[in-house]
């Protein structure tokens, strides 16, 4: 598509609850990245998928936290037992091959979470 | 590991001011992005700077990457009610992720 898409943009869930949260990006981007932006806050990274590369997920903050991109495209973001210190906007982003001349993420408008 | 430390946290200006708002890391840095984020929306590139002491303009918006590769620097000439939003600057860290900064909130009054 034209830009990065996820879906939902909103999900209110109960404490304890599993959630996926949709990443589309943008079609011949490589690189694709999970961000957590919590209120007020920066972006704290989670995940990052390269091509068919192991992807580099040194930022998930606990077990709970697993990703995966599918054929090399979409994305999804998976918590599990969710906890009321879980709520946040998450952000997904793209890119061309980082080592190609980098040139920045596009960013999706991200799916606010809350966890009740 | 790298830290990007932006200031000021936040600014409150009136329309047709000018606004300056710096970013500085721990390490050098290649490159050095800025993005606007708006409520509701995800971050947004405004300019990107990949040359010590490169400036780069995107309209009213200017940009500096600073010569010691530690800095970098945004204004913004004759703010506008729509230059409402948090400004991020980001630069790559390790393995091409972006580390971002804390963000400049700017807020504009009539």
């Known amino acids: 598509g034209a830009g990065v898409s996820q879906s939902p943009s909103n999900k209110v869930t109960e404490k304890g609850k599993d959630v996926e949260l949709r990443c589309d990006p943008i079609?011949?981007?490589?690189?694709l990245y999970w961000y957590r932006q919590s209120l007020g806050q920066g972006l704290e990274f989670l995940i990052y998928?390269?091509?068919?590369?192991?992807?580099?997920k040194s930022g998930l903050p606990s077990d709970r936290f697993s990703a995966e991109r599918t054929g090399g495209s979409v994305s999804t973001l998976t918590i599990q037992r969710t906890q009321q210190e879980d709520s946040a906007v998450y952000l997904c982003?793209?890119?061309?091959?980082?080592?190609?001349?980098?040139?920045?993420?596009?960013f999706g408008s991200g799916t606010r979470l809350t966890v009740v | 590991g790298q830290q990007l430390n932006q200031s000021p946290q936040s600014m409150f200006i009136q329309e047709g001011e000018d606004v300056s708002m710096n970013c500085t890391s721990s390490s050098i840095f290649n490159t050095w992005l800025w993005y606007k984020q708006e409520p509701g929306e995800g971050p947004v590139l405004l300019i990107a700077l990949y040359k010590a002491g490169e400036l780069t303009s995107n309209g009213r918006l200017t940009a500096q990457f600073g010569i010691t590769r530690k800095d970098s620097f945004l204004n913004i000439s004759a703010s506008i009610p729509s230059d409402v939003g948090i400004y991020f600057c980001a630069g790559p860290g390790t393995a091409s992720k972006l580390t971002f900064g804390t963000g400049t909130r700017l807020q504009v009054t009539l």
């Open positions: 982003a793209s890119s061309f091959n980082p080592g190609q001349g980098f040139r920045g993420y596009t």
């Open positions: 998928f390269q091509g068919n590369s192991a992807p580099d």
């Open positions: 079609s011949g981007h490589t690189a």
